[in-house]
């Protein structure tokens, strides 16, 4: 008979699989590009166990080749993480029963794909549910720090820079702008974001006009609610 | 490239900033159901905006004004689009486009 800890662990291993074949590429990906902006793959290991972020460790690289201020990161860093601050609110009372410390770390170690995970998981009888939830944010968590790891590592024995390979960033963004062109009731937020990013890298240049197009995007969203949430109703109840 | 000192700075601004998010609900709505509408549409629709953008900072030193007028990045990203609406897999997306742009960077 297992143990309901190993029971556990490979009910969730299971589970993450396809999160973590995901992850693992991903991982390497940014491995890589911190790599060939001239950091060694502690970095990268660092950067994966303590920000835990893949859109975010992906354009922090050019972020910090292009010599951004901490301010700028830091404030990019909210923006693009603030989805985070929804994720946790339905987890509060699942999380704050399994106790500290544990309880810290799952807050602490929820992304875009544990949450799906962790929201939709159903656990059969002989699986305890919080050991269960505990080894889908572990397993998927050691899965990118390894990743990024390996990708760093290979960045380092690829050791030439290799011209272009930064477009794989590009190349992330705009694959989740498509899946959210096709996934997002209105298309409002994305027009928006293109009309700002285009105003302002005319009106400010390359090195400028980010965080202006971010904070005006916000705005002419807030403008803009009655409209966009009036989609976002019709599509929840289609559904 | 940033010292160690400079690469710690920042990586650490990033990581504090990432885990207030993720410990937000904790922290200010002790842990309370409700956020105030205006904040929960934000988190659902800013997120397609910001890809956007994210996309525009990505491609912000490609020159547009004059040779190659971003050709190779133009193809590559048009690739990339093609490519995912057909088939829907990242991965495959991501590498196609990427190689495909660095062996459109040794043609100009």
């Known amino acids: 008979m297992q143990s309901p800890r190993l029971r556990a662990f490979r009910f969730a291993l299971k589970l993450n699989t396809p999160i973590m074949i995901e992850y693992f590429f991903l991982g390497i990906a940014s491995g ?8 060694a793959p502690i970095w990268s290991l660092l950067a994966a166990l303590f920000i835990y972020a893949g859109a975010m460790q992906i354009i922090m690289v050019p972020l910090m080749s292009g010599g951004a201020s901490l301010l700028t990161i830091a404030a990019m860093t909210f923006l693009i993480n603030a989805r985070h601050m929804f994720y946790g ?22 992304t875009d794909e544990t949450f799906t995970a962790l929201s939709t998981v159903q656990y059969p009888e002989n699986i305890d549910p919080q050991l269960g939830d505990f080894f889908i944010n572990l397993t998927a968590h050691m899965t990118w720090v390894i990743s990024c790891f390996l990708g760093g590592l290979a960045g380092e024995i690829l050791s030439l820079s290799i011209a272009g390979i930064d477009f794989c960033s590009t190349a992330f963004f705009i694959t989740a702008v498509v899946n959210q062109w096709q996934q997002f009731p209105s298309h409002i937020p994305a027009i928006t974001g293109a009309v700002s990013a285009v105003a302002f890298y005319l009106l400010l240049g390359p090195d400028g006009f980010i965080l202006p197009a971010l904070g005006a995007s ?3 969203l807030m403008f803009l609610r009655d409209r966009v949430w009036l989609k976002m109703k019709e599509e929840q109840e289609r559904a | 490239m940033h010292s ?15 885990a207030f998010t993720r410990a937000f609900p904790y922290l200010v709505f002790g842990g309370r159901r409700s956020m105030p509408a205006m904040a929960r549409y934000l988190g659902q629709a800013l997120p397609p905006a910001i890809m956007v953008i994210l996309v525009a900072y990505c491609l912000r030193n490609a020159s547009f004004t004059a040779y190659p007028f971003a050709l190779p990045e133009i193809a590559a990203a048009l690739l990339v689009v ?19 742009y660095i062996f459109l960077l040794q043609l100009v």
């Open chain 1, 32 to 39: 890589i590009l911190l790599n060939q902006a001239g950091y």
């Open chain 2, 4 to 18: 160690t000192v400079e690469t710690i700075c920042i990586l650490g601004t990033i990581a504090l900033v990432t």
């Open chain 1, 218 to 220: 916000m705005v002419a």
């Open chain 2, 82 to 100: 093609g490519l995912h609406l057909w088939k829907r897999n990242s991965m495959l997306s991501i590498l196609a486009g990427t190689l495909s």
């Open chain 1, 89 to 110: 609110i339905g987890f509060v009372e699942r999380f704050r029963a399994m106790g500290r410390p544990r309880s810290i770390y799952m807050a602490l170690s929820v």
